[in-house]
């Protein structure tokens, strides 16, 4: 019993740092654009994003949500399946937020700085 007790212990003391999910932290979520003319331009959506907790949304490109790894505060790692104009495959997805929310960074197989909109 006393091995069992300490086996149990060893093994939770290398728990893993990152966190895994199948949904966008909330911090994520809403309208993000290459900047705030393009945010209030209707005209012009091809240049934004949308993000909900299970998917991402660009103007042909959507990407349906499997798995979130949460790296670090205001870090997160997204694999998913994405659909752009008739193609699917599978997508990997870093997304850093700055430290007040309003700078959206994007890498891996999407490359891009982004601006939250702000009122849509």
């Known amino acids: 019993m006393r091995s ?18 199948d949904a966008i932290p909330t911090a994520f979520h809403g309208n993000w654009s290459q900047s705030q003319a393009t945010c209030n331009d209707p005209n012009e959506d091809t240049h ?27 870090y997160v790692k997204v694999e998913g399946t994405y659909r752009d104009a008739g193609d699917t495959g599978q997508i990997a997805v870093d997304m850093f937020l700055s430290t007040e ?20």
């Open 4 to 21: 069992l007790i300490w086996t149990t212990t060893f093994v939770a003391s290398f728990a893993p740092v990152a966190a895994f999910a």
């Open 48 to 74: 934004g994003l949308t993000i909900t907790p299970n998917a991402l949304s660009f103007y042909e490109l959507q990407i349906k949500v499997a798995q979130v790894t949460d790296v670090a505060p205001g």
């Open 101 to 120: 929310d309003s700078v959206l960074a994007l890498s891996g197989d999407l490359n891009s700085q982004l601006v939250r909109c702000r009122g849509k």
